[in-house]
């Protein structure tokens, strides 16, 4: 299993970025996408996940500001992020997690400038 993650970019406070991750090497089935991040100096952190029926979950943190989707033909979820703030700025990873087998991307940069 391979992820691809992309999207990520400077930004100003306030804007909007829409992070995508791409799976390959899966057989369809159900699973569960999510994005994690990791701010500078600090902790890597649940932000948002799907599962293939549509279910999502959110971090308190960017609940009403970002929206995770999926496209499941193309085995591909979707992060739209609004209204960021600098707090945001992180290293952003995808994950994608079937019956405990866990599989990480390496991660695209979001910076949200002040």
């Known amino acids: 299993v391979q992820l691809q993650a992309s999207g990520g970019g400077l930004v100003q406070a306030g804007g909007s970025l829409r992070l995508s991750c791409v799976a390959s090497g899966i057989i369809a089935g159900i699973d569960v996408m999510g994005w994690y991040r990791q701010p500078p100096g600090k902790q890597r952190e649940f932000v948002a996940s799907?599962?293939?029926?549509?279910?999502?979950w959110y971090a308190d943190s960017v609940k009403g500001r970002f929206t995770i989707s999926r496209d499941n033909a193309k085995n591909t979820a979707y992060l739209q992020m609004n209204d960021l703030t600098p707090e945001d700025t992180a290293v952003y990873s995808c994950?994608?997690?079937?019956?405990?087998?866990?599989?990480w991307g390496r991660g695209t940069l979001v910076t949200v400038s002040s």
């Open positions: 994950n994608w997690n079937r019956n405990g087998a866990s599989y």
């Open positions: 799907i599962h293939t029926l549509g279910n999502t």
